[in-house]
């Protein structure tokens, strides 16, 4: 081996372990870990000698990982999973297998800590304490798939990757509630077994916050949710002579109705403070003390209010409420909708969140065509994921990862489009900056806004095809995906390049945005601060479509641009939106609106061509994005 070589590492699976979740915590859990056991390979490599240049590693949290840490310590996953020791400084007796074997030797200590914690005792009165035994050391031990290679060629980790040597192992009995194909830990054989109940009734009345009535959690979900509560003393000594520690840690989190409900709860801010310790008391007697999530939500947090921070948010939602099986205690039912009756409310809180995913364009082609490129992409990348928070923060959203170009948070629905755009202007400048001139590099972002009754594996995974096939392959990249998924399985989807996306002179403000804004206000009777929204033109905008859009076959519309727009605009006023007016409502005031809402209805698609960027319009115009248009305007909820 020469005295400089390249060390490649991957750790996975990624998806597996981040994107099974039940819970919001669950997907923050699978993050925060990933990067901790990513750390732990980086600080392996530079016990060796090894100097990793890109992405290069966030000091501070690498000095956390050594027990010298200072001030506030981390709480979100900031260290990718894959990464590559670029021109590597190592001795010749540089070992690569202590970086695997440091992940390993991490990860097992984490397991053992909780196992001796939360389990050994409660599993030692079990008959069945040899098969929940044998369960946990097999999925602990056989969970990671860990790949490197050394050499100077950036294809070999994707080769040896495709030796795959690891088969996860075969799983029997009653399966995860989490991780789909996973066994559970009592061992039962059935969902009808006794063993089940009889092994997790205990555990769920011991960590009551933790599970949930109806879960039964393997190894890997079990350490997902308890691994906080015993982080801080966690010290494991690593292969080489050195130590690695945990830290402690802040389990708490909004859930996805603490998101739907934040700017719902802010602004009852002002109600009388009787009827709002009423709203806490009656929440807490029907559905448990609330872990304190919204106050991570910094709308919620700000107002200082004990009785906003800690309310339970669920019991504000009817689809919570209805249930009978959540919900038991009518009279309990009866006292909320009482008191939430008395803070005089005009509407209910959305029942709508969103998630953001975002991801750096071509950054591959990027490292191969500049040689000075790695040290400006690692120093552009550290700006970026140091400011990714704060923004995330002030946009009363929660951050889940952020680390090299990627970023993954939860938003309220009001908050995620003005959130997207803010990170996107900080990763422009963070490149400009690096690179001292601009389109060095792009970002791509997809926001899924869902419904709170939707399973969270399933958002996550859509918002990976959104981003990847939607935003980056299909539209062009540097563009926006948003995705809306409706309780019923209703979905639309809309994509713009963000060149297209934005207002004019404006790199914040999307243009969706603001027709939302504008429809709201023009659809207002003068004086009246209550309105009916417009639904009749946007029901038939479908039919409208089709009947300008060209014929199957044709390339050219019946119509021509301003044709189109004076017939929808038309349509428009013949909606009802002047009924209970004073002042009605013009062609030219339907018209100004109906232009911007065409053009965003008519996909675009972004080409680079050697640097040369041009766009593609559709002659198509797709219902979609006026859909979005009502669906912002509305929260999600019908009128």
């Known amino acids: 081996m020469t005295e400089s070589t390249t060390f490649h590492f991957t750790l996975g699976p990624v998806q597996g372990f981040v994107a099974q979740a039940r819970r919001t915590r669950d997907f923050w859990a ?3 870990l990933l990067s901790w056991l990513a750390g732990a390979a980086m600080q392996a490599v530079i016990q060796q000698g090894g100097k990793i240049n890109f992405p290069s590693p966030d000091d501070d949290y690498l000095k956390w990982l050594i027990g010298k840490g200072t001030g506030k310590p981390p709480r979100q ?3 990718p999973n894959r990464f590559k020791a670029i021109q590597a400084e190592v001795p010749k007796g540089f070992k690569p297998v202590l ?13 053992e800590s909780i196992w001796e914690r939360d389990l050994k005792c409660h599993v030692n009165k079990s008959a069945e304490v040899e098969c929940t035994r044998a369960i946990w050391e097999r ?3 056989q969970f990671w798939e860990i790949a490197w290679a050394l050499g100077d060629d950036n294809a070999l980790l994707d080769r040896r990757k495709n030796w795959r ?7 029997a009995g009653v399966k995860c509630s989490m991780m789909a194909g996973w066994q559970e830990l009592s061992g039962a054989t059935s969902p009808t077994d006794s063993q089940l109940n009889d092994f997790w009734k205990p555990l769920r009345e011991t960590f009551t916050t933790d599970f949930d009535s ?3 959690l393997c190894a890997i979900a079990f350490i997902k949710r308890r691994f906080v509560t015993g982080f801080a003393d966690l010290r494991v000594e690593m292969p080489n002579n050195w130590t690695l520690y945990g830290w ?4 708490q989190m909004p859930s996805t109705a603490d998101l739907a409900a934040a700017h719902w709860i802010a602004q009852l801010k002002d109600a009388d403070p009787n009827t709002l310790k009423q709203l806490r008391t009656a929440t807490e007697d029907l559905l448990g003390e609330s872990d304190g999530g919204l106050s991570q939500l910094d709308c919620v947090g700000k107002t200082g209010l004990d009785s906003l921070i800690c309310l339970h948010s669920s019991a504000l939602f009817a689809h919570v409420l209805d249930n009978q099986k959540i919900c038991a205690d009518r009279s309990k039912v009866n006292t909320v909708k009482a008191v939430i009756k008395a803070l005089g409310q005009k509407q209910p809180p959305s029942p709508f969140y969103a998630i953001l995913l975002m991801d750096g364009d071509s950054l591959g082609q990027l490292l191969q065509s500049d040689k000075t490129a790695p040290p400006k992409i690692s120093n552009a990348l550290n700006q970026f994921t140091a400011a990714v928070p704060e923004i995330v923060h002030k946009h009363n959203g929660f951050l889940i990862y952020a680390g090299g170009d990627d970023v993954l948070a939860l938003f309220p629905m009001e908050d995620a489009l003005k959130g997207a755009a803010a990170i996107r202007v900080e990763y422009l400048a963070a490149f400009q900056k690096a690179f001292n001139k601009s389109g060095c590099s792009t970002i791509s972002a997809a926001i899924t806004f869902a419904h709170v009754k939707t399973p969270l594996t399933r958002l996550l995974h859509n918002s990976h095809h959104l981003l990847d096939e939607i935003a980056k392959n299909a539209t062009g990249r540097d563009a926006l995906a948003v995705r809306v998924e409706k309780g019923s399985g209703e979905t639309l989807q809309w994509a713009q390049p963000w060149e297209c996306a934005l207002l004019p002179n404006s790199d914040t403000t999307l243009v969706i945005e603001d027709i939302a804004d504008q429809f709201n206000k023009s659809a207002a009777p003068t004086g009246s601060e209550d309105f009916a929204f417009s639904n009749k033109f946007f029901y038939k905008i479908r039919e409208q479509f089709a009947f300008i859009n060209p014929s199957e076959g044709q390339t050219d519309s019946v119509f021509n641009e301003d044709q189109a727009v004076s017939l929808l605009a038309v349509d428009y006023l013949a909606s009802g939106v002047n009924d209970g007016r004073r002042d009605k409502l013009k062609i030219a005031d339907a018209e100004a609106l109906i232009k911007p809402l065409l053009e965003q209805c008519r996909p675009m698609t972004r080409h680079n061509n050697n640097g040369a960027v041009t766009f593609k319009t559709s002659n198509r115009l797709k219902p979609d994005g006026a859909l979005l248009v009502r669906f912002l305007a509305q929260k999600g909820v019908e009128k």
Do not use: H, M, Y
């Open 139 to 141: 999925q602990c031990e």
């Open 165 to 171: 040597t690891q088969l996860p192992p075969e799983e």
């Open 30 to 32: 699978g993050s925060f």
């Open 214 to 216: 109806d879960e039964a």
């Open 77 to 79: 996953g900031c260290i």
């Open 99 to 111: 970086v695997e074997e440091a992940v390993r030797t991490a990860w097992w200590a984490l397991a």
């Open 248 to 251: 402690k840690v802040n389990g």
